[in-house]
């Protein structure tokens, strides 16, 4: 099913399937990226979900888009020391980031559930957005999906951490990622843990991608709501 485009809230993007679907699953791309990136894998799962992949609001320095400002040239510095870990990063523009999103969540049918994933960039946004969903009235999706991510503002993030209990949340991480560090993903899913959530952890052999595997078990979850 081809995509088609939309306005909800504060942003704009791709959706796939029918508005009909009594499941929506959102999913926001990683910096450097687009919703054109990611949509055309949905089209063959059209019937699994309302598919929703929103472009972020800022342009990227290379190309794509970006959820908050990052400086280029220092993270290559950073990067030549290895894969990052980036959980003591606090970056501007993060608040404005999970406003937008939860305009967007909040112009969606009331009465459906939806999963919210992210792929790196995108999924330290979606973890932003479960940990104050609370604290701003935004609602909290019925699973979560954090695909090649981090953890972020970890100084903020830790005593909210009882915000994710019960929570299904699925953790994806390349063995041989160049961006994220492995043990990137590895204290993203033991953060997760330790907040009560119900974790799904699937290490892949594989870089900082989105491989079959990944869109597999995002399937999966997004079935058993």
Known sequence: MPSESFVL??????????STIP???????????????????????????????????LLAEAR???????????R????????LELSAMDPPGRSQARAGLTSLIAALPADRPFVLAGFSQG????????LHARETGARRPAA???????????ADWRPRMA?????????????DDRELAFRAGEGLRD???????????????????????????LRKLIREL
Do not use: K, N
């Open 76 to 83: 290559i510095r950073a990067l030549e020391a290895g894969p």
């Open 23 to 57: 499941r929506t699953a959102i999913v926001l791309h990683g910096r450097e990226m687009t919703a054109a990136d990611l949509a055309p894998f949905a089209e063959a799962m059209a019937g699994e979900a309302r598919w929703i992949f929103p472009d972020a609001p």
């Open 163 to 175: 915000e994710l209990g019960g929570l299904p949340v699925l953790v994806t991480h390349g063995h």
């Open 9 to 18: 809230g504060q942003l704009s993007g791709l959706a796939v399937g029918h």
């Open 123 to 130: 999924g330290m946004l979606a973890m932003d957005y479960v």
């Open 191 to 217: 953060f997760a843990t330790a907040g009560g959530a119900l974790v799904t952890w699937l290490p892949f052999d594989g870089g900082h991608e989105l491989p079959f595997i990944v869109w597999r078990a």
């Open 144 to 154: 979560l999906a954090l695909m090649s991510s981090t953890r972020i503002a970890i």
């Open 64 to 74: 794509g888009r970006t959820w908050w400002p990052i400086d280029s040239e220092a």
